[in-house]
């Protein structure tokens, strides 16, 4: 487990607290909508933190093709139809590049600030050349009127029920999930980040905001510098 991440309920806990019971049990959003309205028909898509690929089915439908990437071998069993690597995003190196990187999940938010650096840096090294990258953030509210909660009409209970300081800029989420047959918790390291500071870690990664694609800016689409496409 990773430090300052937890998770509880039944079934195998990814090293960063997430149930696979759990995300295999939850709906899938507009998600696949977003993604498939901001790039070119049928492209190639690499996914970074897959999970159990609940993105993955639904761009594969839509006619993706994905390879799907993720640390947990629990996870990855669960994805039909697509390419799968296990190993930590941030690490990953593959040599050949893609039309379409995929970082959702606010994994941008990562705590750690190596990390999301190293996750940054995995987009970029393998976004093809007039490609994007697309990438999933919070929504300015996130940590604020906690806790909070909300019915889902599939039939289930998620509760944000804490967002702490830990230091650093750092919160300390705490999500619950209640179904009528199991409840699941969720603990993890969220580092909050505002417009300017999101546009510089995108920045020092060798990436610009393109444009946002939702009216509430949680989806945005960005593209490697000049910079960074004249060192690849």
């Known amino acids: 487990m990773r430090e ?10 990814t090293p960063d607290g997430c149930a696979v019971e759990l995300y295999s049990r939850l709906p899938i959003g507009n998600e696949p909508d977003v993604i498939a309205a901001a790039v070119p028909e049928g492209a190639g898509i690499l996914e970074l933190g897959s999970g159990v690929g609940r993105m993955t089915h639904a761009l594969l439908e839509r006619g993706f093709t994905v390879t799907a990437v993720d640390e947990s071998a629990a996870m990855l069993e669960r994805v039909r139809g697509a390419r799968t690597i296990c190993g930590p995003i941030e690490e990953l190196a593959l040599d050949e590049t893609f039309d379409v990187v995929l970082l959702a999940s606010f994994l941008v938010h990562a705590g750690d600030v190596e990390v999301r650096r190293g996750l940054l840096r995995t987009c970029v ?3 093809a050349e007039g490609g994007c990258v697309l990438i999933q953030r919070e929504g300015e509210d996130y940590h604020e009127n906690v806790p909070r909660e909300r019915e889902d009409p599939s039939g289930f209970t998620v509760r944000i029920t804490s967002s702490e300081p830990v230091g650093d800029g750092v919160n300390s989420v705490r999500v619950e999930y209640e179904f009528p047959d199991a409840v699941w918790t969720q603990t993890f390291r969220a ?4 417009e300017e500071q999101f546009e510089e870690a995108l920045g020092e990664a060798g990436l610009k905001v393109d444009r946002c694609l939702t009216a509430d800016r949680t989806w945005v689409r960005a593209v490697p510098t000049a910079e960074a496409t004249g060192s690849a």
């Open 4 to 13: 300052g991440y937890e998770g509880t309920g039944p079934g195998a806990i």
């Open 191 to 194: 580092r909050p980040l505002t």
């Open 125 to 127: 090294r393998h976004v």
